[in-house]
């Protein structure tokens, strides 16, 4: 299952971003609050693409114990670690994957999370045939939270004007779950309250 997961189609629509390393979109601290806010991490959590640790200074909030890696180094966390090659677990998983490599964090994330993983994702990765069949049908996500305010991601150091065109959701993958996906929306008012 996980090579036909690490072998799917990519999608052709992708944020711009140097695989290098230099350029990267954290994420902005509203985001994250509104997954802290309505879904429990007790326990350790890894952040691992921690980037510069936007993400992983909101977990800290609401978890026990945040590892953070990333595979470039961005001057947070344990850097040079490669998420899907890496031989380690963690109760919980929380993170943005790199768009190239949503899948792949699905499936890593399925191995590694002994409890709970949420992925910040496109709303639009709940599209597509290939997905639907080695994903969505053997491993529906427990819970799916749209955001009702759109992120808008900024390149590292970048003016922040304008805002995004992309709809983004958390999803969560819970190993207590038992049922099918629940569709959730986040109420609005995250962004003012914690900063867009």
């Known amino acids: 299952m996980r090579s036909a997961l690490l072998l799917s189609p990519q999608p052709t629509t992708k944020r711009i971003a140097d695989l290098d390393g230099p350029d990267f979109y954290p994420t902005p601290a509203w985001a994250t609050y509104a997954l802290i806010d309505n879904e429990d991490f007790s326990g350790d959590t890894w952040e691992c693409a921690c980037g510069d640790g936007a993400m992983s200074n909101v977990l800290e909030q609401g978890s026990s114990r945040v590892e953070s890696s990333d595979l470039y180094d961005r001057g947070y966390g344990e850097a040079h670690v490669d998420f899907?090659?890496?031989?380690?677990?963690?109760?919980?998983?929380?993170t943005n994957p790199p768009f190239h490599s949503a899948e792949g964090f699905v499936a890593s994330c399925l191995e590694k999370a002994e409890h709970k993983f949420a992925l910040l994702l496109r709303l639009a990765f709940l599209e597509g045939g290939g997905r639907q069949r080695t994903i969505f049908a053997p491993h529906a996500p427990s819970r799916v939270w749209v955001f009702s305010e759109r992120i808008t991601?900024?390149?590292?150091?970048?003016?922040?004007?304008?805002?995004?065109?992309?709809?983004?959701?958390?999803?969560?993958?819970?190993?207590?779950?038992?049922?099918?996906?629940?569709?959730?929306?986040?109420?609005p008012g995250y962004k003012k309250r914690y900063g867009g």
């Open 84 to 94: 899907l090659a890496a031989d380690r677990k963690s109760r919980n998983i929380v």
């Open 153 to 187: 991601f900024y390149p590292k150091n970048a003016e922040k004007k304008g805002s995004g065109t992309t709809a983004y959701a958390w999803f969560v993958w819970d190993k207590s779950h038992t049922g099918g996906t629940q569709l959730n929306w986040f109420a």
